[in-house]
């Protein structure tokens, strides 16, 4: 690089001393180094200063949106219920009930899949012993069949009964009306 370069081939460059030869090149690098440098300032001027141009527009515009947008919802909040703040502690007040409820109504629906699991279990055991079950009705039948008989030899007898009470009550009348006091207490 150094050696390209046409100022070091000069006369008055190859009498220098090494030093001054060294500061000969750092001379010429340094002027290499700002026209490159130079040259990419400029390159990023074209860049940097349009994108701040633009920066900034968007910053302003940014700022206008948000200023229009609070002012717009403080009209929007004032004029839709101005009650708001109260009624939005209310309603999270009722969403922790509500979220108090789901639990408990979790823990019960939790209960009633495990009644429902044993519900299951018991109609399977059930229609194992369906034939048990059959013969045990049809015990049950002829039994219900001698109690209906029973029952109604009872009813029979009752009804016997209640002639034989009804045919005292007359004779006790009877013979309570000539001697002119209540025999019977009824």
């Known amino acids: 690089m150094f050696e390209k370069d046409p ?20 001379e010429i690098t340094l002027t290499q180094f700002f026209r490159s440098f130079n040259t990419s300032i400029t390159r990023w001027e074209r860049l940097v200063y349009p994108s701040l141009l633009v920066m900034a527009v968007l910053g302003i515009s940014g700022f206008y949106l948000i200023y229009n947008l609070t002012a717009d919802m403080d009209t929007l909040t004032s004029h839709i219920d101005p009650k708001m ?46 034939r048990n079950m059959s013969t045990n009705v049809e015990r049950l039948n002829a039994s219900v069949e001698v109690m ?22 007359r004779d006790v009348h009877q013979i309570s009306e000539p001697m002119d006091f209540p025999f019977a207490p009824w």
Do not use: W
């Not at 639990?103 to 055991?125: H, P």
């Not at 209906?148 to 009550?169: C, D, F, G, P």
């Open 7 to 26: 100022r070091t081939f000069e006369a008055d460059v190859k009498n220098l001393s090494p030093e001054q030869k060294a500061m000969v090149k750092l």
């Open 148 to 169: 209906t008989q029973n029952v109604y030899e009872m009813n029979q007898s009752v009804k016997q009964i209640t002639a034989s009470t009804s045919s005292m009550s």
């Open 85 to 130: 703040e109260r009624n939005l502690g209310e309603m999270s007040t009722h969403m922790a009930t509500l979220s108090k409820n789901i639990e408990v109504m979790t823990g019960q629906i939790s209960t009633l899949v495990t009644k429902i699991d044993s519900m299951d279990n018991n109609i399977s055991s059930m229609k194992m012993d369906t």
